[in-house]
T-cell receptor, first 111, second 114 residues
């Protein structure tokens, strides 16, 4: 069964304290792995798509990496405005319009 | 360019009632998917519509039904509401012609069942 697990569930960082979020997955035929940011009461906002092991994407203080079993979202020198829930989702096999989501990591960055 | 538009933004219903949520996809998109997101959880896939037909369905009961119109907009209907149906309902649109790329979410409808 296709499954996505994110850890930790919650993460509290001081401003400037770098860390990583994990997304592990078991899926038949990965078509893509997606990272989203979600603010309270809002829909998920697209961050990155990764398609193959070894691929990396960067955007400002965020960097996403992908292996055959997991993905990491690295946050370098975070700021309070980075506080949000970060969701990982996978597109599997022929279901290119169906996403399997993890439960998310709630990040809180204190000034 | 308008993104995905959902209405209403908030809704309060009583147990046993029926509700209809609406979604207008992003311009150029032809596929609409609906998700339910309970508090503190990731979105769960309900179903997907393309060419006015339900193409895929997640593990949701028949109380959840939908429709897609010729202009690609979509409705989600939930009958016999339960307290457990309280959640954020998200609509996502994409283009099947583009292989599902550009998957875009709306801001959701917050449904509260009392």
């Amino acid at each position: 069964e296709d499954q996505v697990t994110q850890s930790p569930e919650a993460l509290r960082l001081q401003e400037g304290e770098s860390s990583s979020l994990n997304c592990s997955y078991t899926v038949s035929g990965l078509r893509g792995l997606f990272w989203y940011r979600q603010d309270p009461g809002k829909g998920p906002e697209f961050l990155f798509t990764l398609y193959s092991a070894g691929e990396e994407k960067e955007k400002e203080r965020l960097k996403a990496t992908l292996t055959k079993k997991e993905s990491f979202l690295h946050i370098t020198a975070p700021k309070p405005e980075d506080s949000a829930t970060y969701l990982c989702a996978v597109q599997a096999g022929g279901n290119f319009n169906k996403f399997y989501f993890g439960s998310g990591t709630k990040l809180n960055v204190k000034p | 360019d308008a993104g995905v538009t959902q209405s209403p933004t908030h809704l309060i219903k009583t147990r046993g009632q029926q509700v209809t949520l609406r979604c207008s996809p992003k311009s150029g998109h032809d596929t609409v998917s609906w998700y339910q997101q309970a508090l503190g959880q990731g979105p769960q896939f309900i179903f997907q519509y393309y060419e006015e037909e339900e193409r895929q369905r997640g593990n949701f009961p028949d109380r959840f039904s939908g429709h897609q119109f010729p202009n690609y907009s979509s409705e989600l209907n939930v009958n016999a509401l339960l307290l457990g149906d309280s959640a954020l309902y998200l609509c996502a649109s994409s283009s099947r012609r583009q292989g599902g790329y550009g998957y875009t979410f709306g801001s959701g409808t917050r449904l509260t069942v009392v």
